[in-house]
């Protein structure tokens, strides 16, 4: 079966830097998304990889291994608006994302 | 402005009552997609569809029905059949002439059934 694992939740505190990771096992690969998803509203897309390597862009980047079945997205200098939940998602060979269950980050001042 | 529009953002029914859910995009997107998400779930595809008067049940399509009968509207209606309705539910359209196919979503319907 196809399958994303990332941590239920995690706990920060304002300025600091956090990872979170996202491991997978799907039918094919097609590229690897991140989204934020503020409590109560609609996902927001933040990052796309489909090849190795980092993608920085401002205080986010997103990290990809396909050999791992593995990617991460960092956040630095933290911020209070970014408590939040970010999903992680993989489109399969069928063009279809399948979602992790997301992390809830909390940041504390 | 571009973007995606579900209404209502709450919506009340009652148990054994077909409820239907609104989604437009002005995106000019060819794809549109129905998820649900619960707590603790990752979301779930209930229906997408790739092109104006044609769809596809995605994996939990059971006590659903959409039709597409214009590009810009995707209206999902929750049947009586569907046996645990109560949910978040998202839209999202994608433009597949761009490689990434990104995602874009509406601000969500969220749905209870009394």
């Known amino acids: 079966g196809q399958n994303i694992d990332q941590p239920t939740e995690m706990t920060a505190t304002e300025g600091a830097i956090v990872q979170i990771n996202c491991t997978y096992q799907?039918?094919?690969?097609?590229?690897l998304f991140w989204y934020q998803q503020h409590a109560g509203e609609a996902p927001t897309f933040l990052s796309y990889?489909?090849l190795d390597g980092l993608e920085e862009k401002g205080r986010f980047s997103s990290f990809l291994s396909r050999s791992k079945g593995y990617s991460y997205l960092l956040l630095k200098e933290l911020q209070m608006k970014d408590s939040a939940s970010y999903l992680c998602?993989?489109?399969?060979?069928?063009?279809?994302?399948?979602w992790g269950a997301g992390t809830k980050l909390i940041i504390k001042p | 402005d571009g973007g995606i529009t579900q209404s209502p953002k709450y919506l009340f029914r009652k148990e054994g009552q077909n409820v239907t859910l609104s989604c437009e995009q002005n995106?000019?997107?060819?794809?549109m997609y129905w998820y649900r998400q619960d707590p603790g779930q990752g979301l779930r595809l209930i229906y997408y569809?790739?092109?104006?008067?044609?769809?596809q049940k995605g994996d939990i399509a059971e006590g659903y029905s959409v039709s597409r009968e214009k590009k810009e509207s995707f209206p999902l209606t929750v049947t009586s059949a569907q046996k645990n309705p109560t949910a978040f539910y998202l839209c999202?359209?994608?433009?597949?002439?761009?490689?990434?196919?990104?995602?874009?979503f509406g601000p969500g319907t969220r749905l209870t059934v009394l």
């Open positions: 569809s790739q092109i104006v008067n044609d769809f």
């Open positions: 998602a993989v489109m399969d060979s069928n063009y279809q994302l399948i």
């Open positions: 999202a359209s994608s433009d597949h002439e761009l490689h990434t196919d990104t995602q874009y």
């Open positions: 990889n489909v």
């Open positions: 799907t039918s094919g690969f097609n590229g």
């Open positions: 995106l000019n997107h060819d794809a």
